[in-house]
């Protein structure tokens, strides 16, 4: 269903737009984090890193993905708040050939640097073969990643959080279905769980893109939109293009602090691969809320209402702070439970390990969720009214001091350096988005530009 943002108490909007997406990034997590468990439980703890491993490699692809969402989105977003139909589906079919185009380049990339980019990372050799395995299959299906991804910035964009739900529900339960056939029935191994992300995100994309051209059709039908637009394409590039640099670099830290933490033994390089899914769950919990606040805020800036944008943030941020600290009480009274979730239990020795590195994550990185929510909340409006250099200014900020204090604390105090750089990396580029956010500047720029 389409709907219009720019109507109605921000609150009740902001609710009832998030709930779906936020239902959608649980189930998406759910069949992430059944990739860990049955490969952490049912193969053995080298397959558990092995994913892990895998998927520092493939945040990079979708660093680009999720990046151009992001442009797509508030673009699709302008147009569609001004009520210029044509142009927003225009931006629409602009969008689908451009990441259609992107995926094919990717595709070939990924086969030549994913062994590459294993070795750059100190990747153990009796972890590489089936991180290799892993990650030849996924490439394969990154046509579907960005598909999936331009398809859900539309309908986003168009104030529909409901129609990706359904289908990314069915794709996940269907996924996890599928991955205790092929490891724990065919033994299939890592590359079981590969090939039921591979079917289940297929699946997810074409029945989002059949849903997208149908919508396109009904919507509007006596507006036609033109097949491709150079001039959105290059207006979707300028706002795409800052996220994209974004997420990669932030991909790309990852690689390198994954190299850190490669010099580590195993138990702590699987305690840190279940430790960091536990945190991109919470991470891609409250940017859903952030992602609907941009979605809001670039709708409502398209329409010219401009004093509407104060009431979506403090909706965004209530809702957001609820969530992590949600998240951040469960993991601190059930931590064990938490931390095991992935592990075979049949091991004492990795269970010792993975429980006690793990404990420190919680204990340290946890209480830092307030501060990691705030940005979000804050780029979300960023994004939405287009003010990709602030928003990646405190983004940078964030990857550079991580990077860095990876490096000096891991080498200084050990294993717990890794934990302290992530919490201590949050804190001043949630205090840059959210001064980003309130002081206006974007607000001014806007104006100006509508004069």
């Known amino acids: 269903m389409i709907t219009d943002l720019t109507k109605g108490k921000p609150s009740k909007l902001i609710i009832r737009f998030t709930l779906p997406m936020l239902a959608s990034v649980i189930f998406q997590q759910m069949y992430t984090l059944a990739d860990f468990i049955i490969a952490g439980k049912f193969v053995d703890i080298n397959a558990l890193a092995a994913v892990g491993v895998s998927g520092m490699v493939t945040f990079l692809f979708m660093a680009f993905a999720t990046g151009s969402n992001i442009g797509i989105s508030v673009v699709i977003s302008h147009h ?23 995926a094919a380049v990717f595709t070939v990339a990924g086969v030549l640097v994913s062994s590459p980019l294993l070795d750059a990372m100190n990747t153990d050799a009796s972890i590489k073969a089936p991180a290799l395995e892993y990650l030849n299959i996924y490439i394969y299906g990154l046509i579907f990643l960005f598909t999936y991804n331009t398809c859900t910035g539309a309908f986003s964009a168009l104030g529909d959080s409901t129609t990706p739900f359904i289908f990314l529900a069915i794709s996940s339960v269907s996924n996890i279905i599928l991955d205790a056939l092929f490891v ?24 989002a893109l059949a849903a997208l051209l149908i919508r396109m059709r009904r919507f509007e039908p006596t507006v036609r939109g033109k097949p491709f637009s150079l001039t959105i394409f290059l207006e979707t590039a300028r706002l795409a293009v800052p996220s994209i640099l974004q997420q990669s670099f932030v991909s790309v830290g990852n690689i390198l602090i994954m190299a850190k933490v490669n010099t580590f033994e195993n138990d702590f390089v699987a305690a840190y691969s279940s430790c960091i899914k536990l945190n991109t769950f ?12 941009s979605s809001y805020s670039a709708q409502n800036i398209g ?16 809702i957001g702070e609820a ?44 209480p830092f969720y307030v501060l990691m929510t705030l940005k979000i909340i804050s780029d979300g409006v960023l994004r939405g009214a287009g003010a990709m250099l602030e928003f990646t200014a405190g983004t940078f900020t964030s990857l550079f001091l991580r990077v860095l204090l990876s490096y000096v604390l891991a080498s200084a105090i050990g294993e717990n350096g890794i934990w302290w750089a992530i919490s201590i990396g949050w804190v001043i580029p949630s205090a840059m988005s959210y001064i980003f956010c309130k002081t206006g500047t974007w607000k001014r720029k806007i104006k100006e530009k509508s004069r």
């Open 323 to 366: 969530v992590s600290l949600f998240v951040m009480t469960v993991f601190m009274i059930f931590p064990e439970p938490v931390i095991t979730l992935f592990l075979d239990t049949s091991s004492p020795e990795v269970i010792r390990g993975a429980v006690t590195a793990g404990t420190h994550f919680i204990r340290i990185v946890t």
């Open 80 to 102: 569609f708040g001004a009520g210029d139909y044509e142009k927003t589906k225009t931006a629409v079919y602009t969008s689908l050939i451009s990441m259609a185009a992107l």
């Open 303 to 318: 329409a010219g209402r401009l004093d509407r944008i104060k009431g979506g943030f403090r909706s965004g941020l209530a």
């Open 184 to 207: 724990i029935k065919l033994k299939m191994g890592v590359s079981g769980v590969a090939w039921a992300t591979f079917i289940c995100q297929g699946f997810a994309s074409v029945a």
């Open 282 to 293: 919470v991470i891609n919990c409250c940017m859903t809320v952030g992602n609907a606040v």
